[in-house]
């Protein structure tokens, strides 16, 4: 991802306000794309809510549980 983001002219980053969290913002000028990971038994997750609420992404996934699978 930090491969394509250097070539693809987008940047990748954590968020974190207050005690939410979205570990993967894909961001250029045009739209955001937001991957969250999850690799627990609790699928839920407030700060990927607040960041779409806020930032208004484009796209949102969630990767591993309640997700899509990591063997996709």
């Avoid at 990748?12 to 969250?36: G, K």
């Amino acid at each position: 991802m930090i491969n394509q983001a250097i070539t693809g002219d987008f940047d990748v980053y954590y968020w974190r306000e207050s005690n939410y969290e979205v570990d993967f913002v894909m961001e250029n000028s045009v739209s955001i794309i937001v991957l969250e990971v999850k690799t627990g038994i609790k699928a839920e997750n407030q700060g990927m809510r607040i960041f779409s609420e806020k930032y208004h992404p484009l796209k949102m996934f969630t990767i591993g549980t309640g997700g899509i699978p990591y063997e996709f």
